[in-house]
Structure formats: C-alpha cells, structure tokens
C-alpha cells in the first residue's frame, strides 16, 4: 500500500507562487511516475505534470516554463513550483502515483487564485 499526502495550497494572488508538495509512503520502491493533477470546478481532472523514475519530466501546454515538477528522492516528497500563477490556475491539485500496475491518489489540496 502506498498513502500519498499534499500540502502547499491556498489563495494566492494573480501573478503569484505556490509550492506544493506531495509526502509518498509505503511501498514506493518501484515506482514507475509520479505526477501532479487538477480539477477545477465543474471540470475534468486534468494533467499538470509527470516525473519518472529516472527524473524525465513532461508538462501540460498551459504551465509549461511557469511550473516546475521535482521529487527529493531522501524524503520520498515529489514537489510542484508554481509561479506566474493565474486564475485558471484555482482548482484542487492531486498527485498521484503509479507503482507496478497499481495507481494511489492523494486527497487533494485547493489553491485559489484570485486578487
């Protein structure tokens, strides 16, 4: 079993930084990817970003060049930077992760923007 529990999030204003971060336990040690959702309201769980397990990353179109994806191999913690950010940007961010043919979500944490 892996449990998966994010932090980081609240209101942040337009043009504003967050850093989110994801502590995994468990039974990590195969783990193939990591990766950082979100679902805004009324809308589909989208793709944020993925780290694998060698530290390839890969973006969605909307954050590419203002988020950042990174994982503390020490701490078992994968983080998501987030700066320039923008309203689109208010939903509740998961992270997830994929070990062996299993797949573990975390409960989510909000992150408004708004002025």
């Known amino acids: 079993q892996v449990q998966l529990v994010e932090s980081g999030g609240g209101l942040v204003q337009p043009g504003g930084s967050l850093r989110l971060s994801c502590a995994a336990s468990?039974?990590?040690?195969?783990?193939?990817?990591m990766a950082w959702y979100r679902q805004a309201p009324g809308k589909q769980r989208d793709l944020v970003a993925v780290i694998d397990s060698i530290g390839g990353t890969h973006y969605a179109d909307s954050v590419k060049g203002r988020f950042t994806i990174s994982r503390d191999t020490v701490k078992n913690t994968m983080y998501l930077q987030m700066n320039s950010l923008n309203p689109e940007g208010t939903a509740i961010y998961y992270c997830?992760?994929?070990?062996?043919?299993?797949?573990?979500w975390g409960q989510g944490t909000e992150v408004t923007v708004s002025s």
């Open positions: 468990g039974s990590t040690r195969r783990f193939t990817s």
């Open positions: 997830n992760i994929a070990v062996s043919l299993d797949v573990y």
